[in-house]
Every structure is written in structure tokens, then in C-alpha cells.
């Protein structure tokens, strides 16, 4: 088969689950389209995690038959999961690799389009529409996976007691539920809803979008964490005029040595980022020209044609604790095999929590799916081992590298420091708790 003649192929991010389309190649990484894999250069970075090509692999949608009909509900007629976006589809996947037959229904507050969440903060400045980001429909989605699919539909109850969910288009029975609504942004009091916007979900930045495509605008982005910085660097490198505000004095504190986020603020400079550190956000009012007029609480004042709230996420508990499931920042899941504290219900991804600590990764998504869908479909399985994900931001100007969760009481080192890199390390108790890579060091 000539090279003209061989079907385009796409290979998935083992990492973050990003898909390389050899048919669309990455322009914005110097691959131009139809540039086979085996012609990427082995230096070549994953554009989301920076990853190189060895940690991509062979990706090949599951064909299954499409349901002819709507099976009846009733209990014991299968697998019920809500939230259909990363952990909800995935969960589906996972299912499906095991049982091909097995009544699946999945609940989705949103129209359930499947797309990759992580690649929101880097559309902006790459001229990406909603439209463009959307993999596959839901509808089609659920078509290939033979699953029964309720979109704009939300959770109102749950007992457990009578395998029932009730939800805004009447109550389903179940066998098997998973949970895998994530979670949602934490917006703080003084940043009203109507005048924020939250980047949290396709929706929610398409709106965004859409105003940012019209022309250049001043935008306020209140947080400085993976998210705000990300956005920043996005938002400025299309012609915005960014400003970022956070409560501490450096980005990305808390994460990163002052050292590190030094260099970030920097490199955030050098893009024309306007940092504004240790002051806190007093509150917002909108004026008759659609202006946000933005105080802070030391008398500060601001004018900004949007505001962009990057201040966390947080696991609505509403559900779980009505329902009577074990809650702690997060549903509480068994660290092995991801059930809650009713042997009929899992859960994974954004809204579950792990000793009290939530999961908010991409990574271990798509095995903690295939834990739960062998526990469902009562197959053997070793079981969920939680290892800490590398954290990669996402800023091209500067690439940060974090292996290891970082500890307040551990103690930073420099191992190596040249002009726009950094490498350290963190000590506890006599070990290395994390390694820490910031630039590129020259070959």
C-alpha cells in the first residue's frame, strides 16, 4: 500500500490523552498535515504535556453496534453513569471493552459532545472554535457505543436504598451507578457570576470565545494558578491586553519555589502579561457600556471589557450527602477499587476524593475507569494504584516540569541553573519528594 493510498491514523497521549491526527499533523509544532507518525522527529513534544512520541500509542475507536431501541428501565437492566464528559466517556469505553452488551445509560447536564478539556487553554491563541474542538458528538458517540444517552439532563436525588435516580427528565433504576459529574469552578463572593466568566467546560469558554474573536480586548483573569497562568499566556499571545491577579505575590504559589515562579512572572512579562500580586478581589460591578470595573480591598481599582475567574474547582456535595455517600472535599472512594461507600456505586475523575485529597488529573482517568468496569462487570482486576501525575503548565514561553507533590515543610535546592532554565529539587525527611524542570537548558 502506498503512502498516498494508507489510511490516516491517529495515535493517542498515554499522558494526557491528547490524539495526533496524521491526516491534520500539528502546524503549531512545525507538522504540517499528513505527516505520517513515524516521520514525527523523536524530539517532538506532546503541544499539551510535553511528552515526547514514545508515550503515544496506536488510538482506535471501539466499533460497536448501534442500540436499536431504548432499554426498559428497570432494576437490574444495567450500568447508569452521570457526567458526560473525560470521566463519564471514559467510563463508557472502558465498559464497552469488556461487554459489548451490557445496558449502559449515561446522564449529561451539557449537550455531552466529547472533546478534550486541557486543550481549552490553548485554543484561544491557535483561532479554535467550539465547533472545531468537539471530537465526536454525543450523539454519534453513543450511537458507536450502543449506549442510551440523556443530554441537558441534571441530577435532582438519589436513593440508594431503591437503586434510583431521580433526574429533571423522571427517575431511572439501576444496577450498577458510576458518578463522574467532576467538578465545579469555586467562585468566591466577590466575583458575581453575571460579570465571570469560568473556563470549566466547552460551553462555558465558547461564549468567551466568541467575544474574543471580535477584536482585542483588556481581560482580568482572577487567579494565578494552572489555570489563570495557562489562560494568560493563551489570551495574551492572541493580541489581548491580560492582566493577572492573585492574592499571593508570586504565580503559582504553593506549587512552585519562589525561585521557579520568579522566572514565570518573567517570562509572563516578557509576553506582556500584567501581573498584580497580594491583593484580593473586593468585587465587581458592571457599567452601562459593558465595562467590569474590578476593586480590590487595599482601594485598588480596575476597568477590564472581561473578567476571567481561575480561582479553583470544587466537588458539589449536594448529591453525595443527600444520598447519604461518604463526602470529604470530594465523594470518598476506596483507593483500590474506587467504590464508595455503597458497594453499588463508583466513582472517578474531578469529583472523587483520595484521603481527603481530590483527583483532579487527567491522566488516571482512563485507569480508574478500567478498574471500575471490571468491578461492574464482576471481572478479576489488581486493582487502583494512585500515583501523583507529572504536572505540566501548559505555557510554551516557559515549560514547567513537576514530578512530585511539593511540601510545605520540604526544602527546595538548585541543581542546575543557566539563563531561562532551572532544575531542583525538593528534600523531606531525607528524601527527594520532587524534582522540579523550568526552561529549557541549551543542548
Not at 115 to 127: C, D
Not at 347 to 373: H, Y
Request: net charge negative; aromatic share 4%.
Amino acid at each position: 500500500m502506498s503512502a498516498l493510498t494508507k489510511p490516516w491514523l491517529q495515535f493517542i497521549c498515554r499522558a494526557c490523552g491528547l490524539i495526533y491526527d496524521e491526516e491534520l499533523g500539528d502546524p503549531d509544532s512545525g507538522l504540517p498535515p499528513g505527516t505520517r507518525f513515524e516521520d514525527i522527529p523523536d524530539d517532538w513534544e506532546c503541544p499539551l504535556c510535553g511528552v515526547t512520541k514514545t508515550d503515544f500509542e496506536l488510538f482506535v475507536k471501539r466499533e460497536v453496534e448501534a442500540v436499536s431501541h431504548v432499554p426498559s428501565a428497570h432494576r437490574g437492566t444495567g450500568i447508569v453513569v452521570v457526567g458526560g464528559g473525560l470521566s463519564g466517556w471514559a467510563m463508557v469505553e472502558a465498559i464497552r471493552e469488556l461487554d459489548g452488551s451490557v445496558p449502559v445509560t449515561l446522564i449529561s447536564a451539557c449537550n455531552g459532545n466529547r472533546y478534550h478539556k486541557p486543550e481549552l487553554s490553548l485554543a484561544v491563541s491557535r483561532g479554535q472554535t467550539a465547533q472545531s474542538l468537539v471530537r465526536e458528538t454525543a450523539h454519534d458517540a453513543a450511537a458507536r457505543l450502543g449506549v442510551r444517552l440523556y443530554t441537558e439532563t441534571s441530577v435532582v436525588g438519589l436513593t440508594p436504598a431503591l437503586h434510583q435516580l431521580r433526574t429533571t427528565r423522571g427517575t431511572l433504576n439501576y444496577t450498577k451507578l458510576v458518578l463522574a459529574q467532576g467538578a465545579r469552578p469555586a467562585l468566591p463572593a466577590a466575583l458575581p457570576p453575571s460579570l465571570c466568566w469560568r473556563v470549566n467546560s466547552l460551553n462555558e469558554w465558547s461564549g468567551l470565545q466568541t467575544l474574543l474573536s471580535q477584536r482585542s480586548q483588556r481581560v482580568a483573569i482572577v487567579g494565578a494558578g494552572m489555570v489563570g497562568c495557562e489562560l494568560a499566556e493563551d489570551f495574551a499571545r492572541a493580541g489581548h491586553s491580560v492582566t493577572l491577579i492573585d492574592r499571593n505575590p508570586l504565580p503559582l504559589t504553593g506549587l512552585l519555589p519562589d525561585l521557579a515562579a520568579e522566572l514565570l512572572l518573567s517570562s509572563q512579562q516578557r509576553l506582556g502579561i500584567m501581573f498584580v500580586g497580594s491583593v484580593q478581589v473586593a468585587g465587581i460591578e458592571g457599567t452601562s457600556n459593558g465595562v467590569k470595573r474590578l476593586a480590590t480591598e487595599c482601594g485598588r481599582q480596575f476597568e477590564f471589557d472581561q473578567v476571567v475567574a481561575a480561582t479553583g474547582l470544587i466537588t458539589d456535595g449536594r448529591l453525595a450527602h443527600n444520598a447519604g455517600l461518604a463526602f470529604d472535599r470530594g465523594i470518598q472512594v476506596d483507593p483500590t477499587t474506587l467504590m464508595t461507600s455503597d458497594p453499588d456505586i463508583h466513582a472517578l475523575g474531578d469529583c472523587i476524593s483520595l484521603a481527603g485529597l481530590p483527583c483532579r488529573f487527567v491522566e488516571p482517568i482512563s485507569l480508574q475507569a478500567n478498574v471500575i468496569a471490571h468491578a461492574l462487570l464482576g471481572k478479576a482486576h489488581a486493582g487502583y494504584v494512585h500515583v501523583q501525575p507529572v504536572i505540566r503548565l501548559k505555557t510554551r514561553s516557559l515549560p514547567i516540569v513537576l514530578r512530585g507533590l511539593p511540601s510545605a515543610a520540604g526544602t527546595w535546592r538548585v541543581v542546575e541553573q543557566g539563563e531561562g532554565h532551572l532544575r531542583m529539587e525538593q528534600d523531606l525527611d531525607g528524601l527527594m519528594a520532587s524534582t522540579l524542570q523550568v526552561g529549557q537548558a541549551a543542548a
